[in-house]
């Protein structure tokens, strides 16, 4: 069987996957349904499960990470142990806990690690905590059009002429599968393997989930970075007490006035600050998987223009995808700078 | 009913109608991902109701699907205000097949699985909607043709011509 025809037969309605998505999102809503009846019949014992749920949730520990910044909830504290993270860094910035694959991924808790987004969190908190039990991908696109709809992602807000960023990285926090206690460097091969897998097919996901997502951007002018860490950058983050996105882009910085000093400073850069430079970015295309939609608004222009003069002189029927993107933005893998762009309706 | 028979009953259910279900879905809305959503949502709701609720199960299941999923279809018509719609290959119908149809197959086998993917994504609905019917459900041309009321040639050639703009991508 050719390659072609393997990428189909697994990646479009896959049978087995679906199946386990549908019984993992079953799973959660069975688990929400039995804590209403119970609420229903015991509620002097649920308001103070709910005490202590609170109160653990304040100590939430999630293993080689820190305890959470943001103000804890029920909702926010995570059934288990979290497998994955994806940090999303646009300012603000955001991390998203991720359950293990058995469990489809679904998100265990979103915790904001920086100052903005605990404000937007505190603004938003029941749209945020709707996301729990949910997808990662719903999550991530949640925060990135509140980001966009409390205008962090306004044209004003990043005057780099390498336009705007977000960066999502993912991480596999709990790769020791086979629950031997090791530490990264001597995780079995098996394991090392299964979490690589995973991260790529995590990474994956949330490519596929982006492309759409900016297929919709009215804009189109926001790029996505992708980026895969390690256990120990997460780790050496949480040591800084700096959001993993911003971490990692902190060690890719250049010497931008050529004086052989890279100038990071203490605080962590802002992504908008840190795209200004050519050099970053291109360091940033070589590490990460760059999403972009394509950004000459004149083009779009006249791509709709001539939709609608094409639209008024045939019939409808004839339009095979009005309505729907027909298209979604293409993707620099890491290690190559170009950047291709697709027009709207192309 | 004992849960682990409703949630084997479920399994069995959902391997025997999974594949004509979302060719049916397939067929009628055109994306590849809307047929998931869709197709995900009705057997979602039909674990609910069988396996969680305890529902007794429908004379005829896979009507009761194919109903559930018109509804969803009915949604996703609504959303859009807007008729699913054949393309305009007739236009194009002075393309020639490619000489070697074997050697653009030959051709995918030298990239990578996941950006092989992403391209096919990236084309156009009608695109995707031939290459799954074609490759993940072994349709013949002739049978997608009858499903989509098209001419044989017609699918054909928007199959060759989906391989030959994915080809593009990667050159």
């Keep these: ?24 999102k079953q799973h959660v809503i069975h688990k929400e349904e039995s804590f209403m009846s119970m609420k229903r019949l015991l509620p002097i014992g649920l308001a103070a499960a709910l005490v202590i749920a609170v109160i653990a949730s304040w100590s939430f520990f999630v293993p080689g990470v820190t305890a959470p910044v943001t103000t804890g ?14 940090a999303i860094d646009i300012n603000p910035s955001f991390e998203i806990y991720i359950d293990s694959e058995e469990n489809g991924y679904a998100v265990l808790a979103i915790h904001a690690t920086n100052k903005d987004a605990k404000e937007l969190y505190e603004a938003n908190k029941k749209v945020l905590d709707d996301l729990m039990g949910g997808t990662k ?12 709809d409390n205008d962090f992602l306004d044209e004003d807000s990043s005057d780099a002429e390498n336009g705007k960023y977000v960066l999502v990285t993912t991480a596999i926090l709990d790769a020791d599968e ?14 090392k393997d299964e979490a690589e897998r995973n991260q790529e097919a995590i990474g994956y996901q949330i490519q596929l989930a982006l492309q759409e997502a900016l297929a919709k951007d009215p804009d189109g002018t926001v790029k996505v970075a992708v980026i895969k860490a390690t256990l120990r950058e997460v780790k050496f983050a949480e040591k800084d007490k700096i959001p993993l996105g911003l971490f990692i882009i902190k060690g890719m910085m250049t010497d931008s006035d050529g004086d052989g000093v890279v100038e990071t400073g203490e605080e962590p ?8 430079n050519d050099k970053n970015v291109e360091a940033l295309a070589k590490r990460a998987i760059i999403l972009e939609r394509k950004s000459d608004r004149d083009e779009i222009k006249e791509s709709r223009k001539a939709e609608n003069e094409a639209d ?11 309505g729907k993107p027909d298209s979604v933005p293409p993707v620099t893998p890491p290690g190559q700078a170009k950047k291709e762009t697709v027009a709207s309706g192309s | 009913m004992n849960q682990d028979k409703a949630i084997a009953q479920f399994e069995a259910l959902y391997h025997q ?15 590849v991902s809307d047929t998931e959503d869709i197709v995900a949502a009705v057997y979602a709701d039909y674990f609910q109701h069988i396996v969680q609720r305890g529902h007794a199960e429908p004379t005829n299941p896979y009507a009761y699907l194919v109903r559930m999923a018109n509804h969803g279809l009915g949604r996703l018509y609504k959303e859009r205000q807007t008729q ?17 149809p074997e050697a653009i197959s030959r051709f995918f086998d030298q990239i990578d699985s996941q950006e092989l993917w992403l391209g096919i994504r990236r084309l156009s609905v009608a695109e995707q909607q031939v290459i799954v019917a074609h490759l993940r459900f072994d349709l013949t041309f002739r049978e997608i043709a009858e499903q989509l009321g098209q001419r044989e040639s017609t699918v054909k050639l928007r199959y060759y011509r989906a391989l030959d703009r994915l080809k593009k991508m990667f050159t």
């Design chain 1, 178 to 191: 086979d629950g031997e206690e090791d530490e990264e460097e001597e995780l079995d091969l098996e394991d």
């Design chain 1, 137 to 148: 991908e719903d999550a991530i696109e949640a925060i990135i059009q509140l980001a966009r």
């Design chain 2, 84 to 100: 699913m719609s054949l393309d305009d290959e007739q236009n194009h119908l002075s393309e020639t097949l490619p000489d070697d």
């Design chain 1, 269 to 276: 850069i802002k992504v908008s600050d840190f795209v200004k």
């Design chain 2, 17 to 31: 109608t999974f594949r004509r279900l979302s060719q049916y879905v397939l067929f009628k809305v055109g994306s």
């Design chain 1, 73 to 86: 909830t029920a909702a926010e504290k995570p059934a288990s142990t979290p497998y994955a993270m994806v």
């Design chain 1, 1 to 24: 069987m050719n390659r072609l025809k393997t990428v189909v037969q697994e990646q479009a309605l896959n049978e087995d996957a679906m199946l386990h998505r549908i019984r993992s």
């Design chain 1, 312 to 322: 008024e002189s045939e019939e409808p029927e004839e339009d095979e995808d009005s």
